[in-house]
């Protein structure tokens, strides 16, 4: 079965950089897509970023494009989502999610496997 693992999160300042790992494992993933979703307190799962496992294509929304690189490493089977000049409004929990789909896959309904997540706290 697919497995998700997350790393990379903690407590920052405004202004800072993280790199957000996802381990993935179970099965080939060379027909997938892999994303990465936040979650703030009381607010819905925001899609962040997303990238396809053989071709490389990736997209990022508006609200993180310029600030947020999503990269995987086939090798090491793990996806980064590097986050620089981080703001207060980037405070969440951040999941990586796994989708049988060669294409770039931006619905959160469309990822039936999904990591634990790992909590990104940036103070002002």
């Known amino acids: 079965q697919v497995q998700l693992v997350e790393s990379g999160g903690g407590l920052v300042q405004a202004g800072d950089s993280l790199r957000l790992s996802c381990a993935a494992s179970?099965?080939?993933?060379?027909?997938?897509?892999l994303g990465w979703f936040r979650q703030a307190p009381g607010r819905d799962r925001e899609f962040v970023a997303a990238?396809?496992?053989?071709?490389?294509?990736?997209y990022h929304p508006d609200s993180v494009k310029g600030r947020f690189t999503i990269a995987r490493d086939i090798a090491k089977n793990t996806v980064y989502l590097q986050m620089n000049s981080l703001k207060p409004e980037d405070t969440a929990v951040y999941y990586c999610?796994?989708?049988?789909?060669?294409?770039?896959?931006?619905?959160?309904?469309?990822?039936?496997?999904w990591g634990q997540g790992t909590q990104v706290t940036v103070s002002s």
């Open positions: 999610a796994a989708s049988a789909q060669t294409w770039v896959v931006t619905s959160k309904s469309m990822y039936p496997y």
């Open positions: 179970g099965r080939t993933f060379s027909n997938y897509a």
């Open positions: 990238i396809t496992w053989s071709g490389g294509s990736k």
